[in-house]
């Protein structure tokens, strides 16, 4: 072979060698990108199809506001809402930078672009298929034709036909007129659908109004409404929509519409509180909130109830609505100056009563006017519960068979040491609270310590189970996890509830700790849908004896404690009283075997942002306690709603009371007898109402106290109440001050005494 045949020999061999073998040879370079255009190809004669095939449909219907139907239980129109609370308002109408904002914030380049995103619905596409949701972008086009062309739902055929149809209206509308059609249909939150409406809702002006500040703020609510709305937000919330405002006044400048000089200078436009919208007068405005809130919380958007449609049906019994109002207005607003007394004027009310075998809520009160008061004082939970979380303290003791520091197992008739500013014991958290008006009472039983709602031996009680063990309970019972702290300061209510919770608690004691959560939809419709509703009456969460003992316990304190302007002979009735520390909440949860309602009255400030304030000079009537104000408004409503009386009675399954040991007396060396442990030598009688003296009743005795037989219990302290005086124990003549039993209010016109502690 000579030299050239070998080196083309060689050539030939290096050539067989380089090449690919088995199914390497199929993925090439040139195959690869040959498939990649192909596929492009394909995918573009698709889209080119379908381009051809679907046509730019007309705005459907639900682009227009609907009016929404709510009614009572019986079928009666509550109200309607939804037809006025949407304007279109032309581009010409809204300043020109605040038209700027709402780009800033969503499509920087809606002015250059062809409509679409391809990269991002390319993202959203691949999301829906992975099951994601709604993440991926779109142009303001893009979602001005899903607005007001199509619908809401995250399929790949809507999304398909959302990027055709906003390809033909890029091409057929102007830039000015989708600019509008996107402001204009799009929900803010508060009911508000378009820019006009918002406007008026968030700053009460025309959209005509607004200024660039404003007008980023509007921008950045169409990412969140409802977590970015300021008046109802977290913490985290505020913080979110604070960044998403900067984020569209730096575009703005970095789009040169906003000088940085003027950026510069502008400041967080906080909106104003929420309005009801026309119609909503009265309690109507604070049913339908309570009606939509729970919707929401059983996944129904808020965005699509505004659109309208809905007929929603409540629990509200029309007869016991009007009687609740009307309770109210009686023994609260009748006796409040709110023109000229500066107290009267902050005075909110607010109650929620329900059924506790069914857990519909009955009745509900938010305030004098949901055009007056938006915010609802029901449901509310910006105040602290006070002393009607002590039931839920004794509540955890049985449920946990818990015992006192010195091993006694807690019960009816366990004594604590009632001391005024004693020291819990057993407890990392040094706690020692004080009762009302700082009074000291010797060693008490636990019934007598509700009646008297002692501060000190429910502090102990909390040690002794244990904080963190009560917080279970709590939640179990229905409570919501709102600024709860796991320390000995609970046992004074010192979370944050609403009328609305504590109701659930008591109805859930009140059906034998068979967990009663409320509920004020009774049926929700849709042309499209119906939404399937929870049972309000869930599991056992307490056990019955545990739950009835509470209940012949709390009969003690309506009969011959702190509840006492409860108490009728025309029903069976159990219940608490409670007022916060500062006097800023004052409370009355309580119920019969057929309704469980809580009231409450909480000082709010009349001041622009609000703020707590003292209820103390409610009416000129001093401290307004739980026993005073809500306790006489629930006990009015409670016997008309109960038709003027009940002979129903509480059905309670508890066992004979366990006699508890006393301690054996100290030893001592003095030739003095020791000290009895029987508070009737440890504490001065305590006069009775007519003011004469009279020693502690024997059954107060260690271990004879049968609450199976005597609801209130003895009280080592004094008599129960005089009906023939009308004052509470130990209270005030007709023009004194309450001076007895921590009630701390007079029976007549006197001014009431009270300290600033949390107590009854």
């Known amino acids: 072979m000579g030299r050239a045949e070998a080196r083309r020999a060689s050539r030939r061999g290096t050539r067989r060698a380089a090449k690919p073998g088995g199914i390497r040879r199929f993925f090439t370079l040139k195959r690869l990108l040959g498939t990649f255009f192909g596929l492009c190809l394909l995918a573009m004669g698709g889209l080119f199809v379908l381009y051809l095939l679907v046509p730019v449909p007309s705005a459907n219907a639900q682009a227009e506001m609907q009016s929404n139907i709510y009614k009572y239980s019986d079928g009666t129109i509550l109200t309607r809402t939804g037809e006025i609370n949407r304007e279109i308002v032309g581009l010409e109408k809204i300043p020109k930078d605040v038209q700027r904002t709402f780009v800033a914030a969503e499509n920087k380049s809606f002015y250059q672009d062809s409509g679409v995103d391809i990269k991002g619905t390319t993202r959203g596409l691949i999301n829906t298929l992975s099951g994601k949701g709604k993440q991926g972008g779109s142009t303001i086009t893009q979602q001005y034709v899903k607005n007001y062309y199509l619908n809401q739902d995250q399929t790949i055929t809507r999304k398909l036909k959302e990027l055709v149809i906003s390809l033909k209206v890029d091409r057929n509308t102007s830039k000015n007129d989708i600019l509008a059609g996107y402001i204009n249909t799009s929900y803010y939150g508060r009911g508000a659908y378009g820019i006009q409406a918002a406007a008026q809702a968030y700053y009460g002006i025309d959209a005509s109004a607004l200024n660039v500040s ?32 900067n984020y569209v006044l730096d575009n703005m400048v970095e789009q040169n519409w906003l000088d940085s000089a003027t950026r510069s200078g502008l400041k967080f436009p906080v909106p104003g509180p929420p309005k009801a919208a026309p119609g909503m007068e009265g309690q109507a405005g604070y049913l339908v909130e309570a009606a939509n809130d729970e919707l929401a919380r059983q996944g129904v958007d808020k965005a699509e109830i505004a659109k309208g449609g809905w007929t929603i049906t409540l629990n509200i019994d029309k007869k016991r609505q009007q009687e609740l109002v009307q309770s109210v207005d009686k023994q609260l607003e009748s006796k409040l100056d709110r023109k000229n007394n500066k107290t009267d004027a902050t005075v ?50 049985l449920e946990n068979g818990s015992e006192t520091q010195d091993g006694r197992k807690i019960g009816v008739n366990t004594r604590y040491d009632g001391t005024s500013a004693r020291p819990v014991e057993g407890s990392d958290t040094p706690y020692a609270p004080q009762n009302e008006d700082d009074r000291d009472y010797g060693r008490v039983s636990v019934q007598t310590a509700m009646n008297k709602s002692i501060n000190a031996v429910f502090a102990q009680m909390v040690v002794d189970v244990g904080p963190p063990v009560v917080k279970k309970t709590a939640l179990d019972l229905g409570m919501r996890d709102k ?139 001093g401290r307004a306690n739980g026993g005073g104000f809500p306790a006489r408004i629930w006990a009015d409503y409670t016997l008309d709603a109960l038709n003027g009386g009940s002979d129903a009675t509480f059905d309670l399954n508890i066992p004979a009371p366990e006699r508890e040991t006393p301690p054996p007396p100290p030893v001592s060396n003095s030739p003095e007898p020791p000290p009895s442990t029987d508070p009737s030598h440890s504490q001065s009688p305590e006069p009775d109402p007519s003011g004469s003296s009279v020693s502690p009743p024997p059954s107060e005795s260690p271990g004879e106290s049968s609450p199976s037989t005597e609801p209130g219990g003895g009280d080592p302290s004094g008599p129960g109440p005089s009906e023939s005086s009308g004052a509470p124990p130990g209270g005030g003549g007709p023009n004194g001050p309450g001076n007895g039993n921590g009630n701390g209010h007079g029976s007549g016109n006197g001014p009431g005494s009270g300290s600033a502690l949390g107590g009854l």
């Open 348 to 397: 909110q009310a607010g109650a929620t009563s329900v059924d506790p075998k069914t857990g519909r809520v009955v009745a509900l009160y938010g305030g004098t006017g949901a055009t007056q008061h938006w915010i609802s004082n029901a449901t509310r939970t910006d105040y602290q519960p006070a002393s009607t979380f002590k039931p839920v303290v004794l509540a955890s003791a």
């Open 483 to 621: 600024g709860f702290p796991e320390r000995p300061a609970i046992t004074l209510g010192t979370m944050n509830a609403s009328t609305w919770d504590m109701a659930g608690v008591y109805a859930t004691l009140d059906n034998h700790g068979r967990k009663i959560t409320p509920t004020i939809v009774k049926s929700a419709e849709h042309k499209d849908r119906t939404v399937d509703l929870p049972d309000p009456v869930g599991e056992q969460v307490v056990s019955r004896e545990t739950a009835d003992t509470v209940t012949r316990v709390l009969q003690g304190v309506v009969d011959n404690g702190s509840g006492f302007e409860a108490s009728t002979s025309a029903y069976d009735a159990a219940g608490k009283t409670g007022t916060s520390e500062n006097n800023w909440s004052a409370w009355f949860a309580g119920y019969t075997p057929q309704l469980t309602t809580a009231v409450a009255l909480f000082g709010e400030s009349t001041k622009e942002g609000g703020g707590q304030v003292s209820l103390t000079g409610t009416a000129n009537s």
């Open 214 to 245: 404003q007008g980023a703020y509007l921008a950045a609510l169409l990412q969140a409404p409802s977590q970015y709305d300021w008046a109802v937000a977290t913490a985290t919330g505020k913080k979110l929509v604070t960044e998403r405002w």
